[in-house]
């Protein structure tokens, strides 16, 4: 027994005749005859009284067709699982606290307002975090900065941010290599991409630095900051609000410290074309808004 055998069976129920269902269904009578007479000869029992060119449903026909219904509409909806799993499973989308400070409250609208149906799950912590989740298999999207250089992920470019030095209004415009080691620095924790592209830059220059306060949240380093206790590093789009108000201002460093991050949309390398593509074009949207 095979579904085409029931769709054949439950056509000849409702139009009577098997040309008339072979009409509907766009097959042959011989064709419609014979996937009735196999269906009956492998179930081993009779479905139809024959009365001429019409066929008429027995009592064990009857029962038959209400359990072959049922089983045709189970099947329907298991067919259609992947289409429904991805409006009832969540979207889990990790991204670095950049990302969610700066662009995520932007982007989530946008995404809902296109795609109220399906549900989200976010995660906001730092970029190793983020690209841990992703490999473990616990999250479908990371928006981070950098790339994943492995040969399982996808990466589509999102957006370039320049890092900054900023401090209180009262702090010193510029400095100078052998000035940058006597600041008091207020850092994110190691795996931060704020943090290790400092400590990259400095590290170019044979410099290091100890940070007076390391937290890995950006906004009791930007509060620090302002109250005069330090310079911390940030990405141009979450300092220019800052600057704007007056609670910090821009700190030039030498040249040969100036940084800057690549962002990147990383998803498994599956070619699945679906939610995560909707995803990303709303943080591109958002970015390029910020942009302006």
Not at 104 to 127: D, G, K, S, T, W
Not at 254 to 275: F, H, S
Request: proline share 4%.
């Amino acid at each position: 027994m095979n579904q085409r055998q029931l769709r054949i069976f439950l056509a000849v129920c409702d139009h009577g005749t098997t040309a008339e269902a072979a009409k509907q269904l766009y097959l042959s009578q011989p064709a419609v005859s014979k996937a009735l007479r196999d269906l009956e000869t492998n179930i081993g029992v009779a479905l139809f009284d024959r009365e001429g060119n019409r066929l008429r449903l027995n009592q064990k026909g009857a029962a038959f067709r209400i359990q072959a219904t049922a089983l045709l509409r189970d099947y329907e909806q298991l067919a259609q699982f992947g289409a429904r799993s991805r409006h009832q499973l969540p979207l889990r989308v990790g991204m670095s606290l950049t990302f969610g400070q700066a662009t995520m409250p932007a982007a989530i609208a946008r995404f809902q307002q296109a795609q109220p149906q399906v549900p989200l799950q976010l995660f906001a912590e730092n970029v190793a975090q983020i690209q841990a989740r992703l490999r473990r298999g616990e999250i479908d999207l990371a928006l981070v900065e950098g790339t994943m250089a492995e040969a399982a992920y996808t990466a589509q470019r999102l957006s370039t941010y320049a890092l900054w030095a900023v401090g209180a209004p009262q702090a010193a415009s510029r400095l100078t290599l052998a000035t940058v080691t006597k600041q008091r620095w207020l850092l994110r924790e190691v795996g931060s991409t704020l943090r290790d592209r400092f400590e990259a830059a400095l590290h170019r220059q044979g410099l290091q630095v100890q940070p007076w306060l390391e937290s890995t949240n950006t906004t009791v380093l930007t509060n620090a900051a302002a109250a005069g206790l330090g310079l911390t590093i940030l990405p141009a789009p979450l300092a220019l609000p800052l600057l704007e108000a007056n609670r910090l201002v821009k700190v030039t460093l030498p040249k040969a410290l100036g940084m800057r991050t690549e962002n990147y949309a990383i998803m498994r390398q599956d070619g699945v074309q679906d939610m995560r593509q909707v995803m990303i074009r709303c943080f591109q949207a958002a970015e390029s808004a910020s942009a302006l």
